[in-house]
Every structure is written in C-alpha cells, then in structure tokens.
Nanobody
Framework: QRQVVQSGGGSVQLGESLRLSCAYTGFTLDSVNIGWFRQAPGKEREGISC????????SQNFSTLGRFTISRDNAKSTVYLFLNNLGPDDTAIYYC??????????????????WGQGAQVTVSS
C-alpha cells in the first residue's frame, strides 16, 4: 500500500530551525518524486522544494532558497526538509507528497498523487 507519512513541525521562535520528515512506503526508488509544499491561512498551497530520490536532482522555490534544504535517505525511504532561520511568514501547514517519477521533479500540486497528513509550523516573533 502506497502512503506518505510526515513527522516534525511545531512552534518555534524567530530565527530557529526545524526538520520535517517524509517517509514514503509502497513505492520503488525509481518510481517516485517527492515534493514539499506549504499552505498559509487564506493562501494557496505553494511548492517549496522537490527531489528525485534516485538521482538526487532537486528544485526549489526561490523565496526559500538558502534557508530551506531538501535531502533524502534512500535506505529509509525518507525525504527531509530542513527549515532554517524561520520567520513569521513561514507559518503554514507543510505537506509532503509523492508522485510519478520524472527526471526533474516538479513543484506543482498536480504532479503528486499521494499526500502526507500535513504538519503545522508556527513561527512567533
């Protein structure tokens, strides 16, 4: 059974960091791309970053470049998103998702079929 399970998130202060985890099961390594998204109150879901776990190629939203980093542990079928130097504008529900593999992953929601349960990230100043 294919599924995506998230962990991590929480409440932090301005400038602090968090790690989000996304464990995907039921997929073969060469069949899946993983994407990270977030949705702030009253806003549309936006793509943050994505990765092809097999070849390690990534894409990232320009607004988070330099602060957020995506990585993978193929032995654990897990993708991580490291959130650094967080600010109030980063407050949102963060989602990871799995979708059919493409050589270069995409950050649009239509490219993903299986979604994690979401994780609240709240940053206070």
């Amino acid at each position: 059974q294919r599924q995506v399970v998230q962990s991590g998130g929480g409440s932090v202060q301005l400038g602090e960091s968090l790690r989000l985890s996304c464990a995907y099961t039921g997929f073969t390594l060469d069949s899946v791309n993983i994407g990270w998204f977030r949705q702030a109150p009253g806003k549309e879901r936006e793509g943050i970053s994505c990765i092809n776990p097999r070849n390690g190629r990534t894409s990232q939203n320009f607004s988070t470049l330099g602060r957020f980093t995506i990585s993978r542990d193929n032995a654990k079928s897990t993708v991580y998103l490291f959130l650094n130097n967080l600010g109030p504008d980063d407050t949102a529900i963060y989602y990871c998702a799995a979708g059919p593999v493409r050589q270069d992953c995409q950050m649009n929601t239509d490219a993903y079929d299986f979604w994690g349960q979401g994780a609240q990230v709240t940053v206070s100043s």
